[in-house]
């Protein structure tokens, strides 16, 4: 027997008749009626802080909100997820990257297997390659140290390292320099490799499958440009390898002691947890990333032990789903108020949008609601000068969630203050607007009533960065969980991988393909007339 679509469930039902009240709701009037409205929809965990009250929601809100989850049995899932059931359906997978960030007395067991060992292996290994390379007892080709580290990898094997590394670059100051190669377009690797010295430099070739089209093109232009100083030999030196595949990583050249493996239970959006995050294990060392993995731990046990109606990532995810399913709202904004944090909205865009982006449901019907919404954002203060126009005075809501830490990482405080009173100012424009005064022209009115979280962390530190990447990594779970979608495949993608082979074939003198539309036939000509 099949299970009903969300749509027809009653708890479905009580929200949207809900919603067509709470549409009429205006944000600044339930502050005015409910002094306490900041404490009753605020709440800390893991170190985080997340202030829910500048959102249209009242008590009997949450209460319908969480009814729905629990009607989607969320609570059943997360456990299943947690215990390693095979919950990746299309990929008969289990998903258990948090097992990644559990303490090492973990236990579990996965058909025969101890898996926690191998965590705890690969871990081990991490910590002496980190600490070799750190110490510059890893030597290169003519005896040097390596100063310059660079990551060749894509999507969840370039989006985790590159994110986290940025996000704490003040704790990488004594570590190499490191870089980060994702795109196939070759004026990236040409100006990577342009700063480099062979030498010094170690290579990371991150992939989970490891035929990923772009990663392989750079490994191999990599691999070329060190042979044209070294000899094959050395390149043992020079390239260790990230993946789940050991033959491909061999069939390479990589030596496959100096691979670093990780598992098909380790989604690759999933995998900064794991040795995917060796790059960031190499930045901090070893005992900052120990601490990044801990955060993580913490916003896992709290996500699994706090009742939905007091459980961070559920109200992320409860939130967001509210104003998606009941008020039309197709993007969400991340405004980091932070500037190391400036990558954060597009690892959160991988995370959330190749999650959620489906249509199908876990039983393989259409889907009979919207899922996913466009996930974008940069840093504050910036987008306050380019796009905040648009949240204030255009037409769409769109929801914002507002991210800062209360001190920074260095001593100029008075900016530090600046940037926060920003924050906290557009937080509060965006829900209060402003009361039209007489003579005002209507160009200067604020309608207000935009909905928006606060994030805070007292800093952004290794625990700090964890929590707050596993606040959202459940957060997009939860929300898999209420649209009965499965968040853990991404077969969107492989269309265009198949097409773009096709045309490269073509691209390369190979017949003109018949079954092109006209716009496509005359773009791949135009091409082919340019490169001839
Ligand atoms: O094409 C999408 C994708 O499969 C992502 O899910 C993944 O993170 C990325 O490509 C890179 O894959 P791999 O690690 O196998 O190179």
Redesign the pocket.
């Known amino acids: 027997m099949t299970s009903p679509q969300i749509s027809q469930l009653p708890e479905f039902t009580a929200l949207k008749q809900h919603a067509e009240q709470a549409r009429l709701w205006q944000l600044s009037q339930l502050f005015e009626k409910e002094p306490a409205r900041c404490a009753q929809f605020s709440l800390e965990a893991a170190g985080l802080y997340a202030d829910f009250s500048k959102n249209h929601l009242q008590r009997d809100t949450l209460t319908l909100l969480t009814a729905y989850a629990r009607a989607r049995k969320l609570e059943a899932q997360r456990d299943a997820m947690f215990r390693g059931d095979r919950i990746n359906l299309t990929e008969n997978r289990a998903v258990l990257h948090t097992l990644l960030r559990a303490p090492k007395e973990t236990r579990l067991i996965c058909e025969g297997q101890e898996l926690m060992v191998l965590v705890q292996a690969v871990l081990d290994r991490i910590e002496l390659f980190t600490a070799r390379v750190r110490s510059g007892d890893w030597k290169g080709y003519t005896g040097k140290a390596i100063t310059d580290v660079v990551n060749i ?5 370039d989006l985790g390292p590159a994110m986290t590394c940025t996000a704490l670059r003040p704790y990488g100051l004594q570590g190499p320099r490191m870089h980060f190669l994702s795109n196939v377009d070759g004026h990236a690797v040409q100006a990577t490799l342009r700063e480099l010295d062979a030498q010094t430099t170690l290579f990371i070739i ?4 490891f035929t ?1 089209q772009e ?1 392989m093109m750079n490994a191999k232009v990599a691999r070329d440009w060190f042979l044209r100083h070294a000899t094959t030999p050395d390149i043992a030196k020079h390239f260790v390898a990230v993946s789940t595949q050991a033959e491909a990583v061999a069939a390479f050249g990589i030596d496959t002691e100096n691979m670093f493996p990780f598992w098909d239970w380790v989604g ?2 999933y995998s900064i947890w794991s040795a995917i995050g060796l790059p960031l294990a190499i930045a901090i060392g070893m005992e900052n990333f120990r601490s990044f993995l801990a955060g993580a731990y913490a916003m896992d046990r709290h996500f699994q032990e706090a009742p939905l109606e007091n459980n961070m990532p559920v109200l992320l995810a409860l939130t967001g789903f509210w104003y998606r399913e009941f008020f039309g709202t197709a993007s969400h904004l991340i405004a980091p108020y932070h500037q190391d944090l400036q990558m954060f909205p597009a690892y959160l865009q991988q995370l959330e949008m ?1 999650s959620n982006g489906k249509q199908i449901t876990k039983e393989g019907q259409h889907v009979s609601t919207a899922t996913a919404p466009v996930i974008w954002g940069s840093v504050g203060t910036n987008g306050q000068h380019a796009y905040f126009q648009l949240l204030h005075q255009g037409t769409d809501r769109i929801p914002v969630d507002f991210i800062a830490a209360l001190k920074p990482a260095h001593e100029l405080i008075q900016q530090h203050k600046v940037l926060l009173a920003n924050c906290f100012a557009q937080a509060e424009a965006l829900m209060q607007g402003k009361v039209a005064e007489d003579g005002d022209p209507s160009y200067r009115r604020f309608s207000g009533n935009h909905p928006s979280t606060m994030l805070l962390m007292d800093e952004l530190t290794p625990t700090s960065l964890g929590a707050l990447i596993a606040l959202y990594e459940h957060k997009t779970f939860v929300q898999g969980v209420l649209w009965d979608i499965n968040s853990f495949d ?1 077969w969107g ?1 492989e269309l265009g991988k198949v097409l773009a082979n096709k045309i490269l074939a073509e691209l390369n003198g190979a017949a003109a393909n018949h079954s092109h539309d006209s716009s496509t036939a005359n773009l791949i000509a135009r091409a082919s007339a340019a490169l001839k």
């Open positions: 990898g894509i999507g969840g094997s991150a992939s989970k499958s990923t990663t690759g959006r190749e991404q993608v």
